[in-house]
């Protein structure tokens, strides 16, 4: 009851009442003058209007039902018979409480010199939804003659404050411009006047959060003719569910309740329902999800919720359902071309269990790094194709076989090889000697390879492919005579690179047959090829490393007599290793095949880099160890030299080049002590230690 007799009157229903004593009382206490009396006296104030509005629910929002109990404690205030306080406080006469803006003539910017018509052109501004989201209008409104005084500067700053905590929907542009110019962020948060800076961190924390709200707090493709307060009271349900989210939490049934309220006219306004569908997830409320969008009709552009509403179906287990949506998506990219669908249409074929649909779907989706979910549903998928085509295991020999090679079944791959050779040399298919490879029986699959090279060339098949496998794999097994009698005439350049489709076992391009073409519903020609097993520019670093293996082999096969031949071969080499650096990372061992070149060609970065790389993918790598010390020294890094040196003759242990590091490792100490470096009980212990093992490597 403290504050009825605050405000001197006795309690009441009556609102103008409760407005005409605050204003009466507000005249007597300014706040620029008595700050704390004010802030109790608009306390009071509040606290009367909120009494009377607890005990008639109808007096405190005539414009819409609420039956979200939470959205109607939320509502803002939209009291258009209480006038604007500050024009009385000012002397300024008020508008009429039943004035109608659209019936008004609209106000010329540059005519305003008063509070009361300052008020009137924001008002007029703000609800004319066809110039509200203008940065325009809103300069050449603060470029009124109204702002030149600066002796009602002090009455502006609150008036505007007052007008922007009530009307505060509007885009971040127009936020950052009214920041800049009434500094809400900077002085006004710091204020001396209790009022004023409450209302600026409030504003403050509002500006800081549009980022995170829906679509810059813009509503799209309404019509400029909808009903004011009906947008309002739209804008309203958007700000209680960016609220809520932002500073609280939404249970599926809130959010479904707030939905339900959303005007007919406003059914179109997609971000709000992403922003809906998107909390939704984080809960997995799918099924609401389902009933919220079910009901609208929502255009091919609004993808995300369009994806939204087919992984609804999908987690619902909706499969045919979500099918046919995906499908429909799918239809709907056709023209970039993406294949985005092909991943989530071929996981609904794989909970169908048609596995042939379900492996090609997703055997033609270009996986991501890391997609597991692809990887594994994909091997599922392959499983159930490879049940099926067992029907008929001999018709359907060298699908099966690649498709357990893809799975990594390279003995079940064998089998079949080996069982139904025939078909495979028939089709100059070298499968088997990739199960070989990858079963680490090298001898066998190297005879395997020149098998199949005799083959090709009496077919007269471009030999390319096979040749890059065989390097890959069984390069040291290679000798003179197949380099130069057989090798030589299949090398291709790097134009050819581009027009080589690989696939496990066969030089033929990896292409759809019809059947497929028709299940993928592909028409165009390109999509014909399918994506290689390796990523092309995986496939395009294999080929730059067989040409690199290749002339590092003939270096070592052939006794040139012209050096500079050997120089050139191992410039190439190296300028092949640094372009598929990637590739060498993954590859470790392959690494130890360059060092010499890279150290004979004084590239010691490089020689550097490729030591590194085996030294981390391998357990044991003194050559690397050996190389990059002599690198090093070559580079006068004596002391991180000494280490690696000291390190390869650890692991040559017995080796003969165990010697030769420790020479090496006596070498750097010497450089150290000369530059006056304690290094020289160090130096001691390596002559003793190069001593013993001298012994230990003679006595073998």
Not at 157 to 177: A, C, G
Not at 235 to 260: G, M, P, Q, S, W
Not at 306 to 331: G, T
Not at 599 to 606: E, K, M, N, S, V
């Amino acid at each position: 009851m403290y504050h009825w007799i605050l405000l001197g009157i006795e309690p009441t229903k009556d609102k103008r009442a409760i407005k005409l004593a605050y204003t009466q009382l507000l005249k007597q206490t300014p706040p620029t003058e008595f700050p704390e009396e004010f802030k109790a006296l608009r306390k009071a104030y509040d606290q009367a209007l909120e009494e009377i509005s607890k005990s008639d629910d109808d007096a405190n929002d005539n414009s819409a039902s609420w039956h979200d109990a939470s959205l109607k404690a939320f509502q803002p205030q939209l009291d258009t018979d209480i006038e604007d306080t500050q024009d009385e406080v000012f002397s300024e006469p008020p508008p009429s409480s039943n004035h109608d803006i659209d019936d008004d003539k609209p106000v010329e910017f540059s005519t305003i010199k008063t509070i009361s018509q300052l008020n009137l052109a924001l008002t007029q501004l703000y609800s004319d939804i066809s110039v509200r989201h203008s940065l325009e209008q809103w300069k050449m409104l603060f470029a009124a003659p109204i702002f030149w005084d600066v002796n009602q500067s002090n009455a502006l700053t609150v008036n505007l404050l007052d007008f922007f905590s009530k009307h505060y929907f509007l885009p971040e542009n127009i936020w950052t411009f009214l920041d800049t110019s009434l500094s809400i962020s900077g002085s006004l948060s710091i204020s001396g006047d209790d009022t004023t800076r409450q209302i600026a961190v409030a504003l403050s924390g509002y500006i800081k959060t549009l980022p995170k709200r829906i679509h810059d707090g813009l509503v799209v493709g309404i019509s400029e003719h909808v009903d004011f307060k009906n947008l309002q009271r739209h804008l309203e349900i958007r700000n209680y569910i960016e609220d809520k989210c932002l500073y609280d939490t939404l249970t599926t049934e809130d959010l479904e309740n707030v939905a339900e309220q959303i005007g007919p006219e406003f059914k179109n306004d997609f971000p709000l329902y992403n922003y809906i569908v998107k909390y939704l997830w984080t809960l997995n409320s799918y099924s609401a999800i389902k009933r919220i969008l079910e009901p609208l009709t929502i255009p091919q552009t609004e993808e995300d919720l369009l994806n939204y509403q087919a992984h609804a179906e999908y987690k619902l287990k909706n499969y045919e359902a979500a099918l046919a949506l995906y499908l429909k998506q799918e239809h709907n990219y056709r023209v970039l071309c993406t294949k985005v669908m092909f991943k989530y249409i071929g996981l609904c074929y794989l909970k169908l269990n048609n596995y042939e649909k379900a492996y090609l779907y997703l055997d033609a989706k270009l996986a991501a790094i890391g997609d597991m979910e692809l990887e594994v549903a994909l091997i599922t998928a392959r499983r159930g194709y490879i049940r099926e085509l067992r029907a008929d295991e001999a018709k359907n020999a060298i699908k099966i076989a690649t498709l357990l090679y893809e799975n990594g079944r390279y003995q079940d791959a064998l089998s079949i090889t080996e069982q139904y050779k025939p078909i495979f040399v028939e089709q100059a298919n070298y499968l088997q000697a990739l199960c070989l490879c990858k079963l680490h029986r090298f001898e066998e699959a190297y005879s395997e390879f020149l098998v199949f090279i005799d083959l090709y060339n009496q077919r007269q098949l471009w030999g390319w492919p096979l040749v890059v496998d065989l390097l890959r794999y069984c390069y040291d097994l290679i000798t003179y005579e197949v380099l130069v009698d057989t090798l030589q005439e299949h090398i291709a350049s790097f134009q050819d690179f581009y027009k080589t489709d690989f696939f496990p076992g066969s030089t033929k391009p990896r292409c759809y047959s019809e059947q497929e073409m028709d299940i993928l519903e592909l028409t165009r020609e390109d999509d014909s090829v399918r994506r290689p097993v390796e990523s092309l520019g995986h496939t395009e670093s294999l080929q730059i490393f067989a040409l690199a293996i290749l002339y590092i082999r003939d270096t070592e096969l052939v006794a040139y007599a012209d050096t500079s031949v050997v120089d050139d071969f191992q410039r190439n080499v190296l300028n092949y290793i640094k372009e598929i650096k990637q590739l060498m990372l993954y590859n470790p061992r392959d690494c130890l095949k360059f060092l010499e070149a890279a150290f004979d060609q004084q590239d010691f970065d490089t020689c550097i880099m490729l030591a590194d790389i085996a030294i981390k993918g391998l357990r044991a790598a003194p050559q690397a160890y050996y190389f990059k010390g002599c690198a090093l020294l070559e580079l006068n890094q004596y002391d991180t030299a000494l280490a690696a040196f000291q390190q390869a003759a650890h692991e040559y242990n017995t080796h003969p080049y165990a010697v030769h590091s420790l020479n090496s490792a006596i070498k750097c100490c010497e450089a150290l002590i000369e530059q006056g470096l304690p290094y020289a009980q160090q130096c001691k212990a390596l002559c003793q230690q190069l001593q013993d093992t001298k012994e230990r490597v003679d006595g073998q």
